[in-house]
């Protein structure tokens, strides 16, 4: 008998949790899944926006991405990118979430000074970085005129109009990093620190030996979702160099953009879609072995 009634409790925990779970999957099924679905089959056609009719296409789509020259150069620019900001980024991150776990008077204020540019709306950065790079009234051409220097075209440039958005990026990404990288420290136990002054660490050996390989599921986070979030990079191009000068800064979510709703091919935007999401998620995949770990604290 109470076999039988625990069975019957199961059955209706498993009935309300069924119910609690089905609207979330319809929603994802509705928005998610089946536009995805959708994109992939598109993928496979010579889908234009301006046109009611498609014609099926079979993998040329994919084939002609191997060769497009364009394609290349916005995944070069979106990997160049990333390799950029995910060191730099991280180890900035890395070092405020050090300092302000510090017990200080004020540190509240530097915490917070630290993570306002993540509430900043990414396109109000983008057009406040905007304006400070002009190299007519820009404020930072004008401390550089102040002190004698030649002003700089920082997004008309080729050279150096990629580090302009990866400066603005950094610079708002950075305190949310931050935020991960201090709820990481504050999990390890202050006692592994003690012990090991006690054995005659100093602090650069204490980091090493105990910070960092403790930090080592927060660093694998951090670096995956940096690594997602920058190749995947879009508002910040968009808003301040629309890909140029000479598309320079063209990433592969702009190729993307551009394919799709300017040139109105939707088959070959849906593929190159497709065929980086795939690179991104093998990626993911790399990372996720590499910092595979089995410390526990």
Not at 220 to 236: G, Y
Request: aromatic share 16%; with cysteine.
């Amino acid at each position: 008998m109470k076999r039988l009634k625990f069975a019957a409790y199961d059955k209706q925990e498993s009935r309300a949790a069924y119910l609690f779970i089905f609207p979330a999957f319809l929603l994802l099924a509705l928005f998610i899944f089946y536009p995805m679905f959708r994109a992939l089959l598109i993928s496979f056609q010579n889908y234009n926006l301006i046109s009611t009719r498609s014609a099926f296409a079979g993998l040329d789509n994919y084939a002609k991405l191997f060769t497009d020259r364009d394609f290349g150069a916005s995944l070069w620019h979106s990997f160049y990118f990333t390799l950029v900001v995910l060191p730099v980024q991280t180890a900035i991150s890395l070092g405020l979430a050090l300092l302000v776990q510090r017990k200080f008077r004020g540190v509240g204020f530097f915490r917070t000074v630290y993570f306002i540019p993540v509430v900043v709306s990414f396109a109000i950065a983008s057009t406040i970085f905007k304006l400070l790079y002009n190299k007519d009234y820009g404020m930072l051409n004008v401390i550089l005129k102040g002190i004698g220097l030649q002003g700089v075209d920082f997004l008309s440039n080729p050279d150096i109009s990629m580090w302009g958005i990866i400066i603005l990026c950094i610079w708002r990404a950075m305190g949310f990093v931050m935020i991960i990288f201090l709820a990481g420290l504050n999990n390890i136990p202050e006692s592994l620190y003690e012990a090991a002054h006690v054995d005659g660490a100093n602090p650069l050996q204490r980091f090493y030996l105990i910070t960092i390989p403790l930090l080592k599921r927060t660093m694998a986070f951090v670096v995956i979702i940096t690594t997602m979030d920058a190749l995947k990079i879009f508002i910040p191009i968009y808003i301040t160099t629309s890909g140029g000068p000479a598309g320079s800064t063209s990433t592969v979510v702009h190729f993307i953009y551009e394919t799709a709703f300017k040139q109105m091919n939707m088959g070959y935007a849906a593929a190159a879609a497709f065929l980086f999401f795939f690179l991104v998620l093998a990626i993911s995949v790399v990372q996720l072995r590499i910092f595979r770990t089995d410390v526990e604290y």
